[in-house]
T-cell receptor
Framework: KAGVTQTPRYLIKTRGQQVTLSCSPI?????VSWYQQTPGQGLQFLFE???????NKGNFPGRFSGRQFSNSRSEMNVSTLELGDSALYLC?????????????FGEGSWLTVV | QKEVEQNSGPLSVPEGAIASLNCTYS??????FFWYRQYSGKSPELIMF????GDKEDGRFTAQLNKASQYVSLLIRDSQPSDSATYLC??????????FGAGTRLTVKP
């Protein structure tokens, strides 16, 4: 069974641009969550989607947004990029929502903002 | 106070020794607890999860949970150089709000 797939894997953007990252969950998984990982802040929760609805949101500015499609695939968008947005963006999927569900990570998208 | 706290390390143990990784959490409503391993430049991979107080063993790994004291630990027996990585503790509450610790960097020396 294929794992969580994220595209693109690596990208470089300039300040002020916007970026869209894509995530395909494990087949059958309906919950997708997004995380930002930086050396200074560690892994930080961005948001979680289940059945095309945002179920939970972390403490990030409105420049960070996401959505989920009917096939459970998800995208996240960051507008007006800042240098501090340079990070590894990780998507994770789980079978359903709920605290007992294990999440599985994709390989991540490495974003560099210059 | 951080919600999930881990000693950042680095923790260094000789090959064959037991590595003990600790994690404390602040939310008493936390329901499920996970340990992830992350190699440099890679994404986190699940090692174990635990829901109930006590010990849970899986091969060389043992997770221990004490909800009254709000801590969870991971023991790695017979540590190998390939175990050298950053270990992330994750805690999930009823709102399915997964919080991660900053991670403990483990080095196993041959």
């Amino acid at each position: 069974k294929a794992g969580v797939t994220q595209t693109p894997r690596y990208l470089i953007k300039t300040r002020g641009q916007q970026v869209t990252l894509s995530c395909s969950p494990i087949s059958g998984h309906r919950s997708v969550s997004w995380y930002q990982q930086t050396p200074g802040q560690g892994l930080q929760f961005l948001f979680e989607y289940f059945s095309e609805t945002q179920r939970n949101k972390g403490n990030f500015p409105g420049r960070f947004s996401g959505r989920q499609f009917s096939n459970s695939r998800s995208e996240m968008n960051v507008s007006t990029l800042e240098l501090g947005d340079s990070a590894l963006y990780l998507c994770a999927s789980s079978l359903s929502e709920g605290s007992g569900n294990t999440i599985y990570f994709g390989e991540g998208s490495w974003l560099t903002v210059v | 106070q951080k919600e999930v706290e881990q000693n950042s390390g680095p923790l260094s143990v000789p090959e064959g020794a037991i590595a003990s990784l600790n994690c404390t959490y602040s939310d008493r409503g936390s329901q499920s607890f996970f340990w992830y391993r992350q190699y440099s430049g890679k994404s986190p991979e699940l090692i174990m999860f635990i829901y109930s107080n006590g010990d849970k063993e899986d091969g060389r790994f043992t997770a221990q949970l004490n909800k009254a004291s709000q801590y969870v630990s991971l023991l790695i027996r017979d540590s190998q150089p390939s175990d050298s990585a950053t270990y992330l503790c994750a805690v999930n509450n009823w709102d399915n709000d997964m919080r991660f610790g900053a991670g403990t960097r483990l080095t196993v020396k041959p």
